[in-house]
């Protein structure tokens, strides 16, 4: 099992930059393809980035492609997304996921472990 949870969220204006975290507990973090969603009020969660075990093979939703970066650092067992030129509707809380096998649909069912969520708000 992996334990899950974010942090970095915040206040930000509209083509800023944040940073977020997601630490992970438990030893086999390397095993795990990571991934962040998000979800706006009266919205459905939504993919936004995906890496793969390794770190070698990322993923991203069209929606941020070019503005956002997943890595991870798998000797601290933690993934970050790095948003930069954010945007109003980049507004949501955000979530750290992990999936017992590679990289794989852009969908929650595919993730078996969350964090709790952080609030992004991006101001215009």
């Known amino acids: 099992q992996v334990q899950l949870v974010e942090s970095g969220g915040g206040l930000v204006q509209a083509g800023g930059s944040l940073r977020l975290s997601c630490a992970a507990s438990?030893?086999?973090?390397?095993?795990?393809?990571m991934g962040w969603f998000r979800q706006a009020p009266g919205k459905e969660r939504e993919f936004v980035a995906g890496?793969?075990?390794?770190?070698?093979?990322?993923d991203y939703a069209n929606s941020v492609k070019g503005r956002f970066t997943i890595s991870r650092d798998n000797a601290n067992k933690a993934v970050y997304l790095q948003m930069n030129s954010v945007k109003p509707e980049d507004t949501a809380a955000y979530y750290c996921?992990?999936?017992?096998?590679?990289?794989?649909?852009?969908?929650?069912?595919?993730?078996?472990?969350w964090g709790q969520g952080t609030q992004v708000t991006v101001s215009s």
């Open positions: 890496i793969s075990q390794s770190g070698g093979t990322t």
């Open positions: 996921a992990a999936r017992s096998n590679g990289l794989g649909p852009r969908a929650t069912y595919a993730y078996n472990y």
């Open positions: 438990g030893r086999t973090f390397s095993l795990y393809a």
